[in-house]
């Protein structure tokens, strides 16, 4: 049978409609993005070693409304929007105004312009990865019979890293700290010093994301929550402009420098990882084994199925269902061959991909989530959407993934002004814990997993009504900058996909003390002497 | 006798079924037994009956159970429903092969249910052949995110076999020790706990606390690196160094600690001077590790004698029914409707 045409990259494929006379408005709508530090801010920036905030339950709470949780959520819709098929308009000569629309997508693949090989920043990082991955090759897996499981050599591998980070990094971002340093303003001795210390500064701060992007040296395990730590390291990057410097020249497209990030950076980022995995057998962090979405990642998902998302114009916002012309099926992923078709390609089919390559047996019982996902009949943009909910609600909203990621002065800590109080206050993930009772405060109450508000079954008699019967009102909320048409309610039945870190069952903290709130269900005759 | 129906998804039932308990003197524990074997489920009124009776089978058990070799000690299991058969098969099965097993039979895999139900069928027809002690995944809390409340809510279509089974984990024990010589623990020590009478007096009847002395025993590790007691990188229980190791064995006039809650790639893992061993029985964990497995013999000698396995040959053999599988709409998480 002859395979579909892979979409090629970024040509025009598909022709569809071939009569819409659309008025494509200049006015490009602002979609959620992350604002750039002007140089007057940046001049006046302290920069601050990221810190650890999240100790308990009850401060994720807090991180859902805080600026850094608004911050990250922003700039991952904006890399997800950037990768979406846009709609490309093509006037019929001689049909009186009408145009055809064709599709121009967003592959993965050698084209140098799409993954913004024109972009210094881009290009530096890709060095970066380069070097990252090159490493692997100088430290080789220790041959310890006696060993657990992961294995020890990733820690060696770790130290050189940390040891080259400074240096990889000021390469990327030293000399390029526009509105700080040079930029052919004359500046006072005493304040260039100054200058300096904040420089060294910034790198320490942009640093710890860096570093904290590869894993866990102490428990050789890797997780959703060092990816998160990686796309911090990428957001800070963008606030401090460094991959707008040097882009003199024209005005590149709208979202040109995201794609490059998106296909030039990340899908990189991951097949380093991917390498990291493979040659340490490093541990899924905090794994919710067939229950969870991956073992390690959440990002592909996203992204890539924002690469197959009905093609828009600049100024609409992410389709909710709908596929590009000509995407692979959502049930293809069940597919081998069309996985190893579209791997090479698409970032959801290349991490389904990955999983074909490790997992053993078959995909509907190592992988029921993405398998049942599989059979979504609305579209890419269907399940991009609910990607993003997944992500806001299982690595953003779960303490075990969250209680890692530490705060400086690009992700802060600090009240987001915008947050919406009443919906963050029943946060989304809330609703992935089963239903509360509500028929007495009974002191049976279990630890609670994540948030203080929440009550867990009880262990006594009364039984709590069935998932669904909304008992204990488990209202979730959507990310303030979570996609339109998102619902208030969720009451996920599915697996969380793999927590970050604590490897490998992370203690589900609840609020402390709670556990003097238990009571003992009957005491047996020695117990007691 | 109750209609011991097998559903692969069971749908929910009526509020007024629910209501009407099944007198656990009408469940066959044979025949629950020979279809959890074929992989079956049982409907959920005889699982709740089943858990009602090992309550308070287990409520007579002490906080720390003798038994007598031979013995046949078992580690993580993980839902990993092929490789238990598998062990069984190698093993022996229940009761020509006495049994303990040291706890984490439910999440990340995808046949908990079944798992379990086999274990609780086992242990209440052979109560004296096989012992089940309480692993840190025997409980409320963990069990809500690694996958066990998911896969009882999809399996029945609503959450009362996970309310069964997980009051009837407040029961389970916390430790054994083999011919007064093996200490059996999942996890392992704590440092509020120096002599095994400590263990004694914990009131264990509840679910897994935060901290202290009972949530030491299920989510500590032993760290070949150092001495004594550190904070534990897992958020619950402790580290512990050979010292800890060698005192415990010396206070109580024991030889050996016996543990699992560790994936190791050999399927076990001796420590300290062979004071102290992990054994793992989930192999090729999470369908991905490639890791081994073992059973760990204990001989009326006392010898100790590591039984290594691979995963089951089912594993590979569904493989060919990929194809037929058709994705559920009714079970996509709510993310995605």
Redesign the interface.
Known sequence: MEPPPLPRAGAPIAPTTSTSTTSSSNATKSFPHLEILSPAQLSRHQFLLPKKRINEGSDVSFFLKAKAYSEIGKFLMQLNRSVCPRKVHIPLKGSGGSVATRTKSFPLGDDRKLWGGGNRAIGKLREVLKEVADLVAEVPPEDNPNRRFGNAAFRVWYKKLEQRAGGLLNNVIGGETGGRRGDGVKQEEGREEANEGENDRMLEEVKAYFLGGWGSAQRLDFGTGHELSFLAFLGCLWKLGVFHRGQEGPKGEEGEIERGIVLGVIEPYLNVVRKLILTYTLEPAGSHGVWGLDDHFFLPYILGSAQLTRPIDENEPMPLEGSMPGAPKPADIIKHDAVERYREVNMYFSAVGFINDVKKGPFWEHSPILFDISGIKDGWGKINKGMIKMFDAEVLGKFPVVQHFPFGSLFEWELDPAAEDKHVERSVHLANQPPTTTTTASPTAAPSIGIPSTQVPSAGTARPPPPGAGAGGVVGTRAPWAGAGTGPSLTPRGGPPDTGPPPPTAFPRGVPGRANNQFSVTKAPWAKD | MPRLVWRDRAP?QKADE?LTPIPTASVDLDECISRLYKKELLDERVIEAICAKTKELL??E??VVHVQAPVTVVGDI??QFYDLIEIFRIGGFCPDTNYLFLGDYV????FSVETISLLVCLKLRYPNRIHLIRG??E????T????F???C??KY????V??SF??MF??LTLSVVIDDKIFCVHGGLSPSIHSIDQI??I?R???I????PMADLV?SDPDPDRDEFSLS?????YTFGSQVVKKFLSVNNMTHILRAH?????GY?TLFDDQLS?VWSAP?Y??????QASVLEVNDQGERFFNVFS?APE??Q??D???E?????N??????L
Not at chain 2, 157 to 160: E, K, Q
Not at chain 2, 286 to 291: D, F
Not at chain 2, 325 to 329: C, D, I, L, M, R
């Open positions: 929910p629910r409520m007579r002490s906080n993980h839902g999440d990340r895999g995808m840190n995944h409980s409320r809390g963990v809500q995110s690694y996958g409340y998911t896969e809510s999809r279509g609503n959450a009362n996970w309310h997980t009051d407040d029961y004694k007096i009131d009847f509840r679910e606390p935060h901290e202290g989510w990188p897992r958020g619950a229980g560790q994936l190791c790639q050999e893992q992990t090729n999470c369908y991905r590790c490639g890791n995963a594993n590979d569904v493989k029914q990929m194809n599988k058709v994705a559920e709409p079970a996509l998480p709510d993310y995605f």
